[in-house]
């Protein structure tokens, strides 16, 4: 008995070593559940989500915060205090954050929808609610060495009346574009709605559980393997998205391979028709959700249009093109670029938005215009300010050469008439006015104009040392 506990021991001792050394970095991660919505009714799953999400994880190496039911408040300060978390820890720190809970995109952001949450209208969703983009920004601020969001978020909409004028689901968010070393998980595609599930879990959380017990593979794989088991779940209903910008290797469970990661290589659609011909439905489908790409579902959605499956591809396919075309004309966020959206796209649940943000930049100056006239050949700008008279071009001396050897000429005197005698009856006086000092002519002095134009938060801001204004509008 004694020699069976002791050998039970030491197997267990070896496992913490085996574990400790795979993970050479430090791990942080922040989960978040949030069920007892007070306005709504409430999610039954995120706390179960939560709750299990955060052993996984312990399990993985990582020192877990957990919170739950939070107001927005709390969430704000539950993020800062994380942030403070990995600042300690130092800049080889993986942070990540898993949240379940509601969350909707209003004008093209993504906001986390805390319990204490009562809109009356959409435009209190931004006072009441978490923009996405603010978390991100807060851990992308701190020095760590990746980043990994995790979002359980896009559960069926719990305020039907805003859903007329917002769009459905959440908003695309391109790691790519962001800090490097990000990676972040959706458990629907972008404009999609996830199922909370009839299980102890989501959909999503399932798979994950699942996946992320699975040592030795890397973080990419590990969230193929979510795709494929949610899609199969939901028999096609429901396919989690993912974005990276990460440049190393990260596995849940073993140690990373150590060196640079390599692009994937990216198949073309008459690739993708030919490696899926002739294959069963069930098959071909697999492969185009592990994969991802447009290419591999309009291959698919065109060889097997007449099947269900052939007809969920078709329609994450044409959902995925326009939210693609959302997120630029978001970014751009240009009346003229709603109104190209609009163009491509004028019936769908996006149509209401992109109208009214059309409006309300209608008569905004175009900054691109006015950056690309700054930066032009110097133009004259007419201001109410006298210092903006240009003066007029003084005359250039001419060089006249002096023959070598030569005695330098005398200078010539200039004949002056004498000065006036001023006479008066009885006496005489003699003015002398000294003539006006002569100034040799220079260069022409020039009245230098600045104008400074204020960029917004994205994409660097503050051009030429202008204003601070606001990315978005």
Same mark, same amino acid.
């Given at each position: ?15 913490? !070593? ?11 991660? !922040?989960? +978040? ?9 409430? #999610? ?55 949240? =379940? ?23 209190? +969703? ?12 807060? #851990? ?29 689901? #959440? ?48 973080? $990419? ?6 795709? #494929? ?50 294959? /069963?439905? $069930? ?19 065109? !060889?097997?249009?007449?099947? /269900? ?33 609009? =163009? ?13 943000? $059309? ?12 950056? =690309? ?9 007419? !201001? ?43 006496? $005489? ?45």
């Amino acid at each position: 008995m004694f020699r069976h506990t002791f050998f039970k021991l030491m197997i267990s001792a070896s496992m913490v !070593l085996a574990a400790g050394s795979a993970f050479a970095e430090n791990r942080l991660a !922040l989960v +978040i559940g949030q069920s007892a919505y007070r306005s709504v009714p409430a #999610l039954p799953n995120p706390a179960n989500d939560a709750k299990a999400v955060t052993q996984m994880l312990t399990d993985s190496g990582f020192e877990v915060s957990t919170a739950a039911d939070l107001s927005q408040n709390e969430m704000r300060q539950q993020v800062s205090a994380f942030a403070e978390k990995v600042v300690a820890k130092g800049a080889d720190t993986v942070a990540l954050v898993f949240y =379940a809970g509601h969350g909707l995109q209003i004008d093209g952001e993504n906001y986390l929808v805390p319990v204490d949450v009562d809109p009356k209208r959409e435009a209190d +969703i931004p006072l009441q609610a978490v923009r996405l983009n603010d978390i991100l920004n807060t #851990l992308t601020s701190v020095p760590s060495k990746m980043r990994i969001l995790m979002l359980d978020a896009c559960r069926n909409n719990p305020f039907p009346d805003l859903s007329k004028t917002s769009g459905g689901g #959440l908003a695309i968010v391109d790691a790519k574009i962001g800090a490097p070393g990000t990676f972040l998980s959706f458990s629907t595609s972008p404009g999609a709605v996830a199922e909370d599930g009839s299980g102890a879990n989501s959909p999503y959380t399932s798979a994950l559980l699942s996946a992320g017990k699975e040592s030795g593979i890397p973080i $990419e794989e590990t969230f193929k393997r979510v795709r #494929l088991a949610v899609n199969k779940a939901t028999d096609g209903r429901q396919t989690p998205w993912d974005s990276s910008s990460l440049t190393e290797d990260f596995r849940f469970l073993g140690p990373a391979v150590a060196g640079p990661k390599l692009a994937a290589t990216k198949k073309t659609v008459a690739e993708w028709t030919r490696d899926l011909k002739g294959k /069963p439905v $069930e098959a071909a489908n697999e492969l185009i959700v592990a994969d991802g790409t447009d290419e591999a579902y309009e291959a698919f959605a065109g !060889l097997y249009a007449q099947t /269900p499956l052939g007809v969920l591809a078709r329609d994450w396919l044409n959902r995925h093109v326009r939210m693609v075309a959302w997120n630029n004309a978001v970014i751009i966020n240009t009346a003229a670029g709603y109104r190209g959206f609009l =163009a491509k796209f004028p019936d769908s649940d996006l149509t209401a938005t992109a109208r009214k943000l $059309e409006e309300r930049l209608r008569n905004r100056p175009d900054i691109a215009a006015v950056v =690309a006239g700054a930066s032009a050949a110097p133009q004259s700008v007419a !201001l109410t300010c006298p210092c903006n008279i240009q003066p007029a071009p003084q005359p250039q001396l001419k060089k006249v050469e002096t023959p070598k050897n030569a005695d330098p000429a005398p200078p010539k005197r200039v004949a002056r008439k004498p000065p006036r005698r001023l006479q008066e009856p009885d006496d $005489e006086v003699v003015v002398y006015r000294r003539p006006p000092p002569v100034y040799e002519p220079g260069p022409p002095v020039g009245i230098g104009i600045g104008i400074g134009i204020g960029g917004g938060h994205y994409g660097g801001g503050n051009y030429g040392g202008g204003g601070r204004g606001r990315g978005g509008y």
